[in-house]
């Protein structure tokens, strides 16, 4: 039966000899099992890197420490490269064997640990799923049209480079630059020849940085340059080239344009000693430069503490925005693909600002994030979200679940448990009614306290869902570690659906990844039939977006569920967690 099985399979002795391996391990392995049994475990390849893609040292394979303490390791993912030049991922276990069965002798007496005379390790091929991971990675720190580094990746190297100039008192140049005219052009002659530009705008930026620099597109027609270790001097002649660059004519498509570029300079230690703060310093030089006519560069002085001084508007009114009754949420239906049928809603909080008007949360959620603001902000739509969903069940709506997408810092502040608890009991409601969001970097924390949180959370019958997956870190031993219930595909990946192949064959692996381990799929922002009609095809379990409809008020979406189970059926959904 083991000779049959699709898993490979070893067994190794106490000298890590190979004593025995089935064709599925030498498939994987690229040798004839003849060849495999007799030779020492780490021999088999040429050699092994961890999942970060550290090397490892013979001395280190698991088997040495199964054979040692006897206790199995398992979900190990290692890259093996092979001797026959092919490199495959695998997800490994490693078990230790008895001869007597047990761990004791000695005619029913408790005796001393017996040590295992033999390890087995079986060994699942990822190397597919491992691809598509990287290609996620990839599309996760690159902007998908130029290739250059996206704002996430940006910041990071800012606070490393940071960081270093800190300890070798060097300076940190962040250039903010915004296009002239692009809109123009893109109003014009459409998106499709805007794109275009984009991508010869950004190889022009890098032809006038140095190697050790760093470019970076943030979206639309805004970029940075980031410059290490060079003086005053030396960042006004990097601005000079750029203004330079950007002003030759560019021939895309027959025609010949001409644009300009207004360049925002911020210089560390001096305007700052943090990423975002540099990148908005930047960004008011930036629109100095706009003012002062365009095509030009600027440094950015205390005069335009102004436009600093907003964020600290911001956190002053966040302050009181609870108290005086500035929030409300919106919902956005989510829809079983298979059915058609409404099962769940995501609450998305907004804020009607005294002093700002009506903003979004990518308008004010940073600057919570930054002032400790924001886990008072996930309390109140967290009990805002179940009271509204109480209210809905109560007037005889069909069994929706709730959705909730919380910050990182909600996750770390010792205080969810509690505020889950208290808008359950508060609410009424059921813990399987609500469902919780997070993104993937809380995962990377890695912690006990994390796992216990997660694990309490789902006891009380939570689920737990990786939002915006693809974009973030997680890995497949996070994803075995942890209690996550669904995994939300992010627009970005979505929006391509269904005519960039890469974009469809990274959400069909998520998608199969899903399923292998048992995870339910939604996928976010789907705005047309073709995209549905993949999903429905790729097997992802419930859709949202606007091809149903945009995030709706509470009025408003209790209309459109009740229609929709006059059309479909009120159900109740599955994936309850037990």
Known sequence: MVNALTVGILVCDAER??????????????????????????????????????????????????????????????????????TVWVSSNWTPLYADGGRTVSAGLAGPPVPPYSVLVSLVDITQIREAQQRI???????????????????????????????????????????????????????????????????????????????????????????????????????????????????????????????????????????????????????????RGRNNFQTFTRDLDDRVSRRFRIESGLRRASDRNEFYADYQPRVDVRTGRIVSVEALIRWNSADFGRMMPGQFIQDAEETGLVVEIDRWILRAACDQLARWRRIGLPHLRMSINLSGQAFSSGQLSAMVRSALSTSGLPGNAVELEMTEGILIRDDPSLHALLTELRAMGVSLALDDFGTGYSSLSYLHRFPIDTLKIDRSFVQDLPHVAERAAITRAIIMMAQAMGMKTVAEGVETEGQLEFLREAGCDEFQGYLLTRPLEPAAVQDLVRENARRYGACIPRFYPS
């Open 17 to 86: 000899r190979v004593t025995y391996a089935n064709p599925s391990a030498a498939r994987l392995l690229g040798l004839p099992v003849a060849e495999l049994v007799g030779r020492a475990l780490p021999e088999v390849v040429h050699s092994a890197v961890d999942e970060f893609e550290a090397s490892i040292h013979a001395a280190d394979w698991p088997d040495r420490e199964v054979m040692a303490d006897g206790q199995p390791q398992l979900n190990q993912i290692f890259g093996l490269h092979c001797l026959n030049g092919r």
């Open 137 to 291: 990675r990839h599309l996760a720190t690159h902007d998908t049209l130029t290739g250059l580094l996206n704002r996430s990746a940006l910041e990071d190297r800012l606070e490393h480079a940071l960081a270093l100039a800190q300890r070798n008192r060097t300076r940190v140049s962040v250039m903010f630059l915004d296009l002239d005219r692009f809109k123009n052009v893109n109003d014009t002659l459409g998106h499709q020849f805007g794109d275009m530009l984009l991508r010869e705008v950004a190889a022009r930026l890098q032809a006038c940085a140095r190697e050790a620099d760093t470019v970076a597109r943030l979206g639309g027609d805004e970029f940075v340059v980031m410059l290490e270790a060079l003086d005053g001097l030396g960042t006004r002649r990097v601005a000079e080239r750029i203004l330079s660059a950007i002003s030759a004519p560019f021939h895309i498509e027959g025609q010949e344009l001409y644009l300009g570029v207004s360049i925002g300079i911020a210089v560390a230690p001096h305007d700052g000693d943090d990423a975002n703060t540099l990148l908005r310093k930047a960004d008011a030089a930036m629109y100095l430069a706009k003012e």
